[in-house]
DNA sequence: GTGAAAGCGCTAACAC
DNA sequence: GTGTTAGCGCTTTCAC
């Protein structure tokens, strides 16, 4: 049988089609009987909105694309980072009956613009949310707002800008473990930088500068090593960091996914965590809890900040509401078994 | 400025709208130099066919939907099941052109198939990606069928069916596995099986017997633990089977996130792997190259799976190709370092 | 090979 | 409060 349209409906409530759309669409204006009258109708057709014809006609439509680095470039997916993006997100479109598009992209590809331009006019998404790092790079968020499709940066690493973003802490969170890892005695604590390219992981680097300062240690250069984010190279990192002669006795990775790195690295010299060595890493993606030790992390708000996104995106469908907005959400410390008092000696 | 139409391309390539639509969907009938007229006139407008007009008048779209447990029931969010088939599923929308819809659902609740109408009508999607165990739950399967729109199944457990499916060989791979710990002169093996709803898994079950039979060792009821897919459960049922008095040597969990759940009670209770316990598992999620030792698993071709399904739907677009076919694709063993010789004495 | 006209099912603007 | 009338930008007949 065929699906029956507006018109079914207005007829068989004995009303126009235009009555129809604004119970729809809980417009005002619509006297109670009359809404009764045609909400019956509607269960009675089993009637449904077309979308596609909602979308052509009103220029929007009730979905939300999630856009991030495309994690199968990663030697291996940080899945856990992509998840709580998602688990977000999908949180705030099932409130709101909303569905979410993904698309992973490659940032490396020329290509990109393309291809984020191709998504937004085959989907026509009401808003985008943009991660990071994605969300820092200037091509990237022009070639979006080019469409005028509404935007949300997640931790665009600089100040804020002009733009709907949401933040975290992430400078603060790593000077708060850095010297958290002070606290516990260590004197030599070695930091594992995150991809460059990635201003919010930046920020990390920052923090544990400061935290260093606060805590009355000194910084120095050979404690401090170059990853891009990946398992792999935390690995590398930390392979390197533990064969220095005055080897550190804590490491602090600027992602989860190095920290793991930095864990196996350490297990396979025969360095034992926490005893001989302390480890932190950031995001508290869901390994940190199922690897042993668990894994001492900051907690960054993933999953509400994307959540936070999402609401924002498909709340301000009505057109636009304060144009540039911060939202801040903090981040928190999770302190676990990796992490402990530093060694008698080193 | 405002977007063209394909109204504009027609008058500025001096040709009707209909010729215009026939160079975009590559159709036939159309003279060459007709074409090329039509396609230059397109990139000088920066034309771009709005989706929502086509999917209206078309009763299509270049969406298709994949739908899964939501994993964030669990306890621990089983993310590199699900990153896989993104992945998968993602791989063959870029090739296509299609974009790629999520929605995790949750079969425990009532208004699952609500739920999923609404996803439909709402994205109209070209298709739809049934993981298991929603796949092989004939409830959710009907609703989607009499939505009318194109369903593949992934792992629906039983035979086949008379629908479209992509399976692999749970069974055959899982008596391989067995037989392998076995013939590591392992005699308790024991088994942890999985969420009794998802019958993809429970076919594991069978393949562990017959892997048994095969490998000359008899079966054991009190070998065998009731896991429900989790971490947390893999954990608990190890906990149990750990503290047997004649404990097995080998633990075979039906998944990927049980047998990590082994692997920290065994890491618990003092027992070292692969040296005292040989623990395997099945999917090969990132995890599995994650943890120390690294898992000894089955790799369950998700993302070949996933891929496959989505350029069936993608192809079918044109109607209905062969309506009833099961394609199979088969798993192989991962020999990794949490399996090992028999220890001498239990 | 190509084009004209008729919708697809809805929302928007304005009339009543 | 409610209805009327145009479109939204495309695909589909079917005629030429």
Same mark, same amino acid.
């Given at each position: 049988m065929k699906r029956s349209t507006i018109f079914d409906v207005a007829k068989l409530a004995g009303v126009s089609i235009k009555t129809v759309s604004r119970v729809v669409n809980h417009e005002p204006n619509v006297r109670e009987a009359t809404k009764i009258k045609v909400e019956k109708a509607i269960t009675q057709l089993q009637y449904r909105p077309d979308q596609s014809a909602r979308n052509l006609a009103s220029h929007r439509s009730h979905m939300i694309g999630l856009v991030y680095d495309d994690p199968s470039a990663y030697e291996i997916p940080s899945s856990g980072y992509v998840m709580r993006l998602q688990q977000g997100a999908l949180a705030a479109c099932r409130a709101a009956n909303f569905e979410l598009l993904i698309h992973p992209c490659n940032y490396r590809k020329r290509q990109v613009n393309a291809e984020l331009t191709s998504l937004i006019e085959h989907a026509r998404p009401a808003g985008i949310i943009l991660a990071a790092p994605l969300s820092n790079m200037p091509k990237i968020v022009r070639a979006i707002e080019a469409t005028g499709t509404p935007l949300v940066q997640l931790s665009? *690493?600089? *100040? *804020? *800008?002009?733009r709907l973003s949401v933040v975290t802490g992430d400078r603060d969170a790593s000077a708060e473990m850095t010297r958290y890892l002070a606290s516990l005695g260590h004197k030599t604590i070695a930091f594992i930088k995150g991809h460059p390219s990635h201003k919010a992981v930046a920020n990390r680097f920052l923090g544990y500068c400061e935290g260093l300062e606060e805590g009355n240690l000194k910084f120095s250069d050979r404690l401090v090593a170059d990853g891009d984010n990946s398992f792999g190279s935390g690995e590398a990192c930390a392979e390197k960091l533990l064969k220095l002669k005055n080897r550190p006795t804590a490491i602090f990775a600027a992602n989860d996914d190095m920290a793991v790195g930095v864990m196996r690295a350490a297990s396979r010299l025969g360095i034992k965590v926490p005893a001989q060595l302390s480890v932190a890493g950031f995001d508290d993606i869901a390994l940190a809890r199922q690897i042993n030790p668990t894994l001492t992390t900051v907690r960054q708000p993933l999953t509400d900040m994307a959540e936070l996104a999402a609401e924002a995106l498909i709340k301000g469908k009505n057109g636009s509401e304060s144009k540039s907005s911060v939202q801040h959400i903090p981040a928190a410390l999770k302190l676990r078994d990796s992490t402990g008092p530093a060694p008698a000696q080193a």
């Open positions: 665009p *690493g600089n *100040g *804020g *800008g002009k």
